[in-house]
């Protein structure tokens, strides 16, 4: 089982939560991979697996169940294996994310601010005893494959833009506005990198830095930090 909630919460709601997630499942036949900081806490259960990062991509074709704060890319990830959930959403769009969750029935949903252990070990097995939710998450992994992927998301954008070009051989120009977490961009690179490989010209624009290396090869990241300055609150925020 991997347990996550992200990267974009404070040092308190994670040791919080996951002194939850310990007394839930320190005496259970389950091995649970944290993805968090491995120096939470002095030391975790001989079932614990602690990562400050993993390749969650390549892990998930060998897990059974996950938790997660309802992020997007988790959840898609998630479902993209036909995995259920366990969904314990903390803030942004995760509500609606969770939401839509347990209304395909992939997965159940816990109140960050209310759930107890039990009700977090009693979720979990839950979802790993009923087939109901595993079931229920290979038909969201299907709908993904029938969607297209992103040759699909390719063509539509191309489509979009073939009124606006002036000529059919003139490449496109294509722009990624992206929120300030790397979560929300990584869905975007793929797409990016299609249109790139088809000729175009692809940009992403964000207020907060991304490393050269994350960027597909032949397009670029924009990052205003100057005209940014005057609304920055703090060093690390605007």
């Known amino acids: 089982m991997l347990v996550s909630i992200g990267t974009t919460f404070d040092?308190?709601?994670?040791?919080?939560?996951?002194?939850?997630?310990?007394d839930a499942f320190?005496?259970?036949?389950?091995t649970v991979v944290v993805v968090s900081d491995p120096q939470l806490f002095d030391a975790w259960p001989e079932n614990f697996m602690v990562y400050q990062q993993i390749p969650q991509l390549d892990l998930?074709?060998?897990?059974?169940?996950?938790?997660?704060?309802?992020?997007?890319?988790?959840?898609?990830?998630?479902?993209?294996?036909?995995?259920?959930?366990?969904v314990?959403?903390?803030?942004?769009?995760?509500?609606?994310?969770?939401?839509?969750?347990?209304r395909t029935?992939?997965?159940?949903?816990?109140?960050?601010?209310?759930?107890?252990?039990?009700?977090?070990?009693?979720s979990v097995h839950t979802i790993l005893?009923?087939?109901?939710?595993?079931?229920?998450?290979?038909?969201?992994?299907?709908?993904f494959v029938d969607a297209g992927g992103t040759k699909t998301a390719a063509d539509l954008l191309e489509k979009t833009a073939a009124p606006i070009a002036s000529r059919a051989d003139v490449p496109a120009k294509f722009l990624f506005v992206v929120p300030?977490?790397?979560?929300?961009?990584?869905?975007?690179?793929?797409?990016?990198?299609?249109?790139?490989?088809?000729?175009?010209?692809?940009?992403?624009?964000?207020?907060t830095p991304l490393a050269d290396h994350h960027i597909p090869e032949g397009g670029s990241y924009i990052y205003p930090e100057a005209d940014l300055v005057p609304?920055?609150?703090?060093s690390n925020s605007y």
């Open 11 to 22: 040092h308190d709601h994670k040791k919080a939560f996951f002194q939850k997630v310990i």
């Open 105 to 122: 029935g992939a997965g159940e949903r816990l109140n960050f601010n209310r759930f107890k252990a039990h009700h977090l070990k009693d």
């Open 180 to 207: 300030p977490f790397f979560g929300h961009i990584s869905p975007t690179l793929s797409v990016g990198a299609s249109l790139l490989a088809r000729g175009h010209e692809v940009r992403w624009f964000g207020i």
């Open 26 to 30: 320190a005496r259970e036949e389950l």
């Open 60 to 86: 998930l074709p060998h897990l059974d169940a996950v938790v997660c704060h309802g992020g997007h890319n988790t959840v898609s990830e998630t479902l993209s294996q036909g995995l259920p959930l366990v």
């Open 231 to 234: 609304f920055r609150r703090n």
């Open 129 to 143: 005893n009923n087939p109901t939710y595993r079931e229920a998450a290979h038909t969201v992994r299907q709908s």
């Open 88 to 102: 314990i959403p903390i803030a942004y769009d995760q509500s609606h994310v969770a939401g839509r969750v347990v």
